[in-house]
């Protein structure tokens, strides 16, 4: 059977209030039925997996009907990226008027761990992208009147903010290239601290030896939480001075 090229489905045929839905409409339908298929894919198959022409074929469509929704994969990422952005919005919800700013902070970081973490493949993918979009657009937001909120100027507010996005999803993505490791070289880096490290010599390791119990204990969500809050810690600092 042929490859559906036109990128249709029956259930556009009617917009939401019965009218026939506007080209745009019809276009922003078919791009999120495509970006919905992208996860999945990425969920099943990884990073690696989720390519135009993989995508393709999850949806039944003919590849060149795919780049007629997104010109080139580049474009499909950056959707993925909003994607994320608009779940941990939903997340966030509404952040009341007398909100701590660290609180606010504290909530957002809780809503990008969760989606992230939630959805590997995409983060491996889409991290370190800036989309420029509506949903990434209230995520800067958000986070620069939290952190304005703290007293801060403009220069260091700013500083702040991209300290604490780039430092959050760096981490999102370590723990993301984590899980995609095979299981058994996961066990394996998993257990390097008792493996090795509480091994070592402790004349030469005294240091090591003694913190290697606690080395191994030490989780990625602690981590990431305690990086967290060292921005808090720095951002009320600064904004003493």
Known sequence: MAKNTAATDPAESTATDGRQPTRR??????????????????????????????????????????????????????????????????????????????????????????????????????????TGGPAERRMVELLLAAFTRSGLDPARAALFYRTFVDTALGLCAHAAALSALNPEIRAKDDTTWSRVYARLPEADYPETRAHADALTAVGQKAVYDTAVEAILVATAQAAAI
């Open 25 to 130: 409409e019809l276009r922003n339908r078919r791009q999120g039925a495509a970006v919905d298929a992208a996860f999945r894919l990425a969920g099943q198959e990884g990073a690696a997996g989720l390519t135009m022409r993989r995508l393709a074929q999850a949806l039944d469509l003919d590849v060149t009907a795919l780049y007629r929704l997104f010109r080139d994969k580049d474009e499909l990422l950056l959707a993925l990226c909003e994607r994320t952005i608009e779940l941990a919005l939903d997340e966030i919800g509404e952040i009341p008027d007398a909100e701590p700013w660290q609180d606010t902070v504290r909530r957002i970081a809780e809503a990008t761990w969760q989606v992230q973490t939630r959805f590997p493949g995409i983060t491996a993918l889409t991290f370190a992208r800036t």
